[in-house]
T-cell receptor, first 114, second 112 residues
Framework: NAGVTQTPKFRVLKTGQSMTLLCAQD?????MYWYRQDPGMGLRLIHYSVGEGTTAKGEVPDGYNVSRLKKQNFLLGLESAAPSQTSVYFC?????????????FGPGTRLTVT | AQSVAQPEDQVNVAEGNPLTVKCTYSVSGNPYLFWYVQYPNRGLQFLLK??????LVKGSYGFEAEFNKSQTSFHLKKPSALVSDSALYFCAVRDVTGKLIFGQGTTLQVKP
């Protein structure tokens, strides 16, 4: 049981380049989330998904797109990277949101945009 | 609007002493509250949560948290700190749609 995994762990992009971050979970969770973590700002929700084939915007969605084609995978895309997207990105999943189910986090992806 | 505040950027304690990491919240209705810990270069790990019932919640690694409805607080505590407890701690509250809102985090430094 690997929990939540993220690939890649590190990435350096040049401004304007694109990339996709992959999140996978093996806990059969319905809900998945993408956060970014910046110093002094805690974690901010980018996008989330309440089930296969559905996605929704979070607090800071601009410049990102997501897809959830399979229940176990949640992809985060940057179409045209900007230096402001330099951050650490975390994926999380949870069983449900109707109860007080905790979220399980992946190890993170450190992205630098130059 | 729902929000969480962690008023201290950093908390310093000596090993063996009790520790408290503070959290206050603002939420509509009954709060679901969480504490997470993040070790360097790692993801967040769940410590404990408050749903209802006893105001003192026990969690992983000897941590506990005290829910105080009148003060809208959910402070994290441990009777005897360890150097290995040094990490970044996040308080979070579940909003009405089920998503988590995180505080900005508090760095705990435990010195030998």
């Amino acid at each position: 049981n690997a929990g939540v995994t993220q690939t890649p762990k590190f990435r350096v992009l040049k401004t304007g380049q694109s990339m996709t971050l992959l999140c996978a979970q093996d806990m059969n969770h319905e809900y998945m989330y993408w956060y970014r973590q910046d110093p002094g700002m805690g974690l901010r929700l980018i996008h989330y998904s309440v089930g296969e084939g559905t996605t929704a915007k979070g607090e800071v969605p601009d410049g990102y797109n997501v897809s959830r084609l399979k229940k176990q995978n949640f992809l985060l895309g940057l179409e045209s990277a900007a230096p402001s997207q330099t951050s650490v990105y975390f994926c999380a999943s949870s069983y449900s949101v109707t109860g007080a189910y905790e979220q399980y986090f992946g190890p993170g992806t450190r992205l630098t945009v130059t | 609007a729902q929000s969480v505040a962690q008023p201290e950027d950093q908390v310093n304690v000596a090993e063996g002493n009790p520790l408290t990491v503070k959290c206050t919240y603002s939420v509509s209705g009954n709060p679901y509250l969480f504490w997470y810990v993040q070790y360097p270069n790692r993801g967040l790990q769940f410590l404990l949560k408050y749903i209802t019932g006893d105001n003192l919640v026990k969690g992983s690694y000897g941590f506990e948290a005290e829910f105080n409805k009148s003060q809208t607080s959910f402070h994290l505590k441990k009777p005897s700190a360890l150097v290995s407890d040094s990490a970044l701690y996040f308080c979070a509250v579940r909003d009405v749609t089920g998503k988590l809102i995180f505080g900005q985090g508090t760095t705990l430094q435990v010195k030998p």
